[in-house]
């Protein structure tokens, strides 16, 4: 059965830090693993990585895949308190017919 | 561009009502996906359908789940009779599908709530 499992599943950190959240998977046929961010409403898309070593970038946010260890890192820069949210970490498979196993999720707040 | 919509927004019903929850995906979109996300839980997939056709019910939790898509535009999510432990935010979100193109875009969400 596919997993993903992220960690840590909390984070309490000071605006301006810099977090890195982490997302492991066991999936057959690995086709993309894509990142999520979930404030109080939906999920909304950041990231989709499908290629290892290439890192996707967008503002202080990146994020990076290495399908040889079977993992994913989130990086966060120069935190603001508006980055506080749930960050989802899902992956999809080419068995699974654009079906996405998500994980736990991983609980930021940022403290002014 | 609208993007997935869903209604109603919060629903606030008594067990043993009937529960409809309805949902809008993005035009051209071939795939729509009804999740179910509680604090224990977490995001849980329900049902996915493509090209109206349902995929994989395999998360629907028991027969008073159900789910139809009578055309590419709409979709329900039906729960009959319902219970306080499907209170929980339920979650539409469609994708393009072909090509590749995993990104799937959520719904604002139903709050639903069964006393």
């Known amino acids: 059965e596919d997993k993903v499992v992220q960690s840590p599943l909390s984070l309490v950190v000071h605006e301006g830090d810099t977090v890195t959240l982490n997302c492991s998977y066991e999936?057959?046929?690995?086709?993309?693993l894509l990142w999520y961010k979930q404030e109080k409403k939906a999920p909304t898309f950041l990231f989709m990585l499908?290629?290892?070593?290439i890192e996707k970038k967008s503002g202080r946010l990146s994020s990076i895949l290495d399908k040889k260890e079977l993992f994913s890192i989130l990086n966060i820069t120069a935190t603001q308190t508006g980055d506080s949210a749930v960050y989802l970490c899902?992956?999809?498979?080419?068995?699974?017919?654009?079906?996405?196993?998500f994980g736990q999720g991983t609980r930021l707040t940022i403290n002014p | 561009d609208a993007g997935v919509i869903q209604s109603p927004r919060h629903e606030v019903t008594e067990m043993g009502q009937e529960v409809t929850l309805r949902c809008k995906p993005i035009?051209?979109?071939?795939?729509l996906f009804w999740y179910r996300q509680t604090m224990m839980r977490g995001l849980e997939l329900l049902i996915y359908?493509?090209?109206?056709?349902?995929?994989?019910d395999s998360g629907m939790p028991e027969d008073r789940f159900s789910a139809k898509m009578p055309n590419a535009s709409f979709s329900t999510l039906k729960i009959q009779p319902s219970e306080p432990r499907d209170s929980a935010v339920y979650f539409c979100?469609?994708?393009?599908?072909?090509?590749?193109?995993?990104?799937?875009?959520f719904g604002p969400g139903t709050r639903l709530t069964v006393l």
């Open positions: 979100a469609s994708s393009l599908g072909s090509g590749g193109a995993d990104t799937q875009y």
């Open positions: 999936v057959t046929n690995f086709r993309s």
């Open positions: 499908t290629s290892s070593g």
């Open positions: 899902a992956v999809c498979s080419r068995k699974g017919a654009q079906k996405l196993v």
């Open positions: 035009s051209g979109h071939d795939y």
């Open positions: 359908f493509n090209n109206n056709v349902p995929i994989d």
